[in-house]
């Protein structure tokens, strides 16, 4: 079975400044996709990033990036130039292929700090 | 393009009451989910469909959930009699359709979540 974890339930990070998310997983899969997601008080999951473990090159998206170790199986969330909005629940998550169900890490919570 | 909808935002009952949920995914999506997310936890697959048929639901607690997608679109999730720790924001997702494989992910997108509180 697929696990997620991650070790931080609560981050603070003060605006404009840079928070890293960690998570770590456990599968025997080589071929998976792995992603971060933000749930903010209305409930609505957001998809923040996608990683396909097939490629080294670490994803990106604007002021979100990940660090994606496949051997250490780790994938943290790098969220630079911090701004309010960005306070949230994040969801770290496994799947091995579109139409599987998300497997979810227990979720960090995020305060920024003006 | 509209999102996943889902109703009611929020529920209390009694334990041992009935209550059901609805959600109504994207147009032409053929793959549901529903997902229960107990305070404090991610998100945990109770059922999955594909069109009008089943593809996952080892999690569901048949004693008391039951689901249904009438016609390979709307879904309805029921719980039958609940009780205290069913209390969760229950989710529902929808995506295209199956794999995707490597040349396409099919990204499934989430409703708002209908929040129960059972007492």
């Known amino acids: 079975a697929q696990t997620v974890t991650q070790s931080q339930p609560e981050m603070s990070v003060q605006e404009a400044e840079t928070v890293t998310l960690s998570c770590t997983y456990d599968t025997s899969e080589s071929d998976y996709y792995l992603f971060w997601y933000k749930q903010p008080p209305s409930r609505q999951m957001i998809l923040v990033i996608r990683?396909?473990?097939?490629?080294?090159q670490n994803a990106t998206e604007n002021r979100f990036s990940v660090n994606f170790q496949k051997a250490a199986k780790s994938f943290s969330l790098k969220i630079s130039d911090s701004q309010l909005g960005d306070a949230a629940m994040y969801f770290c998550?496994?799947?091995?292929?579109?139409?599987?169900?998300?497997?979810f890490g227990k979720g960090t919570s995020l305060l920024v700090t003006p | 393009e509209a999102g996943v909808a889902q109703s009611p935002r929020y529920k209390i009952i009694e334990k041992r009451q009935s209550v059901a949920f609805w959600c109504n995914p994207i147009s032409g999506h053929a793959t549901l989910y529903w997902y229960q997310q107990i305070l404090g936890q991610g998100p945990k697959l109770l059922i999955q469909f594909q069109n009008n048929g089943v593809v996952d639901d080892s999690q569901l607690p048949k004693d008391r959930f039951s689901a249904e997608r009438l016609k390979g679109v709307d879904s309805t999730l029921k719980i039958q009699p609940a009780k205290l720790e069913d209390s969760a924001v229950y989710l529902c997702?929808?995506?295209?359709?199956?794999?995707?494989?490597?040349?396409?992910?099919?990204?499934?997108?989430f409703g708002p979540g209908t929040r129960l509180t059972v007492l």
């Open positions: 997702a929808s995506s295209p359709k199956l794999a995707g494989g490597r040349s396409s992910y099919n990204e499934q997108f």
């Open positions: 998550a496994y799947n091995i292929d579109s139409g599987y169900a998300l497997n």
């Open positions: 990683q396909e473990a097939y490629k080294q």
